[in-house]
Structure formats: structure tokens, C-alpha cells
């Protein structure tokens, strides 16, 4: 797997301390290590950060959709409990909280990145 590990409070503060700017790194690197995971080379995480940029946010409620659907289908092929939380990180980042929904996928990257499933 080419998922990585990481902490979900250092992800929160580095975030709020940078204002921002850490935040997009981890959506570019989440959605690097998530495409090459499931083995979808056809889309690009800097234009997938450009759309989100160019739009003034309002594509990362896309965003978090897709790739919370993604994360569903990693969980099939690997074998692991599937919980789509595609909806409720959608709808926590219309209303403001997307750090809340970056943490529950993290969650469920973490999950799949310490080994507790095996293909």
C-alpha cells in the first residue's frame, strides 16, 4: 500500500497554526497516495488542489465526496470493515468543519495504513 500513517492532531494544529497552508498539502498528498493506492492514474492531485483553489474551496466539498467513495473501494479490495462516510464529510464540510471530515478520512487511512487488514 502507498497510504501513509499520520497523526490526526498534528494534522489539526499545523493546520491552524499555517492558516490553511498545511491543510492543502495534506488534501495533495492524501489525494497522491490515495489515486496510487487504488491504482487511478488518470487524475492529478496538484489539479485537483487547482480546482479547489481556482473555486475558492467550494470544489473540495467534491473533493471529500470522491475521495471518501474512494476510500470505500480501497476498503473492498483489501478486505477491510467499510464504513462510507462519504455523506457526513460532505455535509461537515458545507457547514464549515472540512477539518472534521480531513480527520475521519485520516481515520480510515490510518486504519488501512497500520496493517490491521491484509490483503
Known amino acids: 500500500m502507498y497510504i501513509q500513517k ?8 499545523l ?15 492524501t489525494t497522491t497516495e490515495v489515486n496510487n493506492t487504488v491504482g487511478d492514474t488518470s487524475e492529478s492531485a496538484g489539479m485537483e ?5 481556482v473555486t475558492c474551496g467550494i470544489y473540495s466539498l467534491y473533493w471529500y465526496y470522491k475521495y471518501c467513495k474512494k476510500l470505500v473501494r480501497l476498503c473492498e479490495q483489501v478486505g477491510a ?26 481515520s480510515q487511512i490510518n486504519m488501512l495504513a497500520d496493517g490491521m ?3
Do not use: E, H
Not at 499520520?6 to 494544529?13: D, E, L, T
Not at 464504513?83 to 460532505?90: A, E, F, K, M, P
Open 49 to 53: 488542489l487547482v480546482l479547489i483553489l
Open 15 to 29: 493546520s491552524l497554526v499555517t492558516c490553511g497552508i498545511y491543510y492543502l498539502f495534506w488534501l495533495y498528498q
Open 81 to 106: 470493515p467499510q464504513t462510507d462516510n462519504s455523506l457526513v464529510c460532505l455535509i461537515l464540510a458545507v457547514f464549515g468543519f472540512s477539518i472534521v471530515s480531513g480527520a475521519i478520512m485520516q
Open 6 to 13: 499520520k497523526s490526526i492532531p498534528m494534522i489539526i494544529i
Open 117 to 119: 487488514v491484509r490483503p
